[in-house]
């Protein structure tokens, strides 16, 4: 105890921290992932249900190219939709340059045709054209139940199949 002339103040010793098991530590960490998953699932299900989102890509599969997944950059590789607007862009990292300039494909046009079906089990299903002069395409977005991890079929110019995660993006005109 501390006394002054006016004040008394009483030391307060610090409480000892929580001793968990390590099963314990695991069940906490898993419920945190888990809690993670579903707010991450129900954000991007709301972004997609609104039409305002970018699925950023980290794998590609080419139609011409077999079944094998490349792994490609986050940074430029998404598929973006903003209402009525998209925008469709692969770059492959390849020594020739592309119709991008970056060695890929760049499709940017309006989006027509938008429908989404929610499942039973969660996955959520999008469909919607992209067509402007240069580009008709078909999406067809899965996003997978209890995570923001999706899939995004691309058909008409290049028929290209990407997998990354969808992410809210904001309305244009609320930047």
Known sequence: MIETSDVQLDMITPAQPVQETEQEIKEREKRLREHNNEVA???AANSLRRGYFVLVADNIQIGNMGYRRYDISRNSNF?????????IQFALNMPSAGTNGLGGWTGKGTVRNKRIRFQDNG?????????STSVNATVFITLFNNTNRAMAQIT????ITVFGEILPYRDKDHR
């Open 41 to 43: 699932y129900a954000k």
């Open 79 to 87: 598929v973006l939709v903003q209402n009525t607007d998209g925008i």
């Open 123 to 131: 996955d959520v299903f999008m469909e919607y054209q992209l067509v």
């Open 156 to 159: 008409g110019g290049p028929n």
